[in-house]
């Protein structure tokens, strides 16, 4: 059996590894558009500076999973105890925000715990993400945080998503909201609490580190976009540019929205569906400065709707092979729509922007404090679970499975998925294929 892998992030090439094991598969091939694998997994150098496409981590709950992935990486990794930070009215509060209360101003401390003690929509059934804060938490830590926070970084009112990204959050005791507004911090989500690293080369070194473990089955093609896949006597040919490739069997990781464009078969009713979709991209900021205001931490949220991104992290956190001598580096997310403000914004206006956000902040004084500076859009980043999404993608996978083409990863199977889960799923997924 032949299998062609449509795109090549860590979807793509954790499925390989897996199925090249199976003695049923004689040639597995690897079609990515961009000039390397790895996807959002990839890393990037600026002077010396290595970062990624936002701060990955390496974590599970799957400790099979986990176990594997740090495995892989071999004695290339290292362990960091979390330390992630809420920026709230320029106090650090630390994550989750409902541990920490005590950090907040006193008004805002009892806007939040009366508002989890006495919360009128506790009985209510959640239909929507909005209504699932409310619920679980309240107005106060809803209104002060989750809300303003998941608008900047969906780019889309959390009462138009459905809860499939927060369903999972559990509601925190009464008697731990009351201890945390005392001063009684709690560690929140213990499986994150301490995560690994490479030491080096960022995370795309777990992308290497699986292809280096690829045999002679697993045959990659880079710089080669899909133009179109077709099927016929159940065989399936995919054109690129470059060259035609059969296969007896597709799984696709390129964003479904954008296979259905390039399936030749794909019905109009399977389109119109896919054009429904929505995702966010981001931008990646990268600016060094000469000194440090983060202290020991790794990441920063900020909800503050005047600031035009939603999270940034000091770099030089995760090692010493990521610090450049008397100066350190911050990483700046911004996410945005296609169309929208920020998407039609120069790379020069939106870096202004961000200037002006780390100064209100108080993270640097000018953008004279600035040494170098970097900027990428991603177009593909973040999975929006509007509330159509389960409508479209129940129509979309059951056709594609009636036309024998797997769908799989963050975008194959338009999914919100961590690096952990997309793992577990590619092994999954090779022992029932």
């Known amino acids: 059996m032949r299998i062609t892998i449509l795109g090549g992030g860590l979807a793509a090439v954790s499925l390989a590894y897996f199925l090249q094991e199976r003695e049923d598969i004689e040639e597995i091939s ?5 000039g390397r694998l790895g996807g959002l997994c990839r890393s990037f150098v600026i002077n010396g500076v290595t970062y990624d496409i936002g701060p990955h981590i390496i974590f599970s709950k799957n400790k099979e999973i986990l176990q594997l992935m740090l495995n892989i990486l071999g004695d290339n990794k290292h362990q960091l105890r979390r330390s992630n930070q809420i920026i709230h009215k320029r106090r650090f509060v630390q994550y989750p925000f409902e541990n920490d209360l005590a950090k907040l101003p006193r008004d805002d401390i009892d806007y939040c715990v009366n508002g989890f003690l006495h919360n009128p929509y506790e009985e209510y059934i959640a239909t929507n993400m909005l209504q699932f804060f409310l619920k679980t938490f309240g107005e106060g830590i809803t209104n002060l ?30 008697e731990d ?16 609490l301490y995560f690994w690293y490479p030491r080096t ?51 696709s990781t390129i964003p479904v929205n954008l296979l259905c464009t390039k399936f030749i078969s794909t019905t109009q009713a399977v389109r119109t569906g896919a054009m429904q979709l929505r995702y966010n991209s981001i931008i990646i900021a990268i600016l060094n400065v000469n000194f440090d205001r983060a202290g020991n931490n790794f990441s920063f949220m900020v909800a503050d709707k005047n600031v035009i991104f939603h999270r940034f992290a ?30 039609q914004a120069s790379d020069g206006v939106v870096l202004e922007q961000i200037v002006t956000g780390l100064v209100n ?35 979309i996978r059951h056709y594609f499975a009636k036309e024998q083409i797997t769908l799989h990863g963050r975008f194959g199977d338009f999914e919100y998925l961590n690096m952990d889960s997309v793992i577990e799923r590619s092994r999954l997924l090779a022992q029932k294929f």
């Open 30 to 34: 690897i079609i990515e558009k961009e």
């Open 145 to 174: 945080y989750l809300r303003p926070y998941n608008e900047k970084i969906w780019k889309f009112d959390p009462s138009f998503m459905d809860t499939q990204m927060v369903e999972r959050i559990p509601k925190p005791p009464r």
């Open 177 to 192: 909201i009351l201890k945390s507004a005392k001063g009684e911090t709690i560690d929140g989500y213990l499986h994150q």
């Open 201 to 251: 080369y960022g995370i795309e070194s777990l992308i290497h580190a699986f292809t280096d473990r690829f045999s002679r089955k697993v045959k990659v093609y880079t710089n080669q976009e899909v133009q179109s896949v077709s099927v016929s006597n159940a065989s399936f040919c995919v054109t690129t540019a470059q060259q035609n490739f059969t296969a007896d069997k597709i799984i």
């Open 314 to 343: 000091k770099i030089d956190f995760l090692g010493s092979e990521y610090h450049l001598n008397g100066t350190i580096t911050y990483m700046v997310e911004v996410t945005y729509r296609q169309g929208d403000l920020i998407d």
């Open 361 to 395: 902040l108080g993270f640097i004084d000018s953008a004279a404090d600035i040494n170098f500076s970097t900027m990428q859009r991603f177009p593909y980043a973040y999975v929006v679970y509007d509330l159509m999404h389960r409508y479209h993608m129940e129509k």
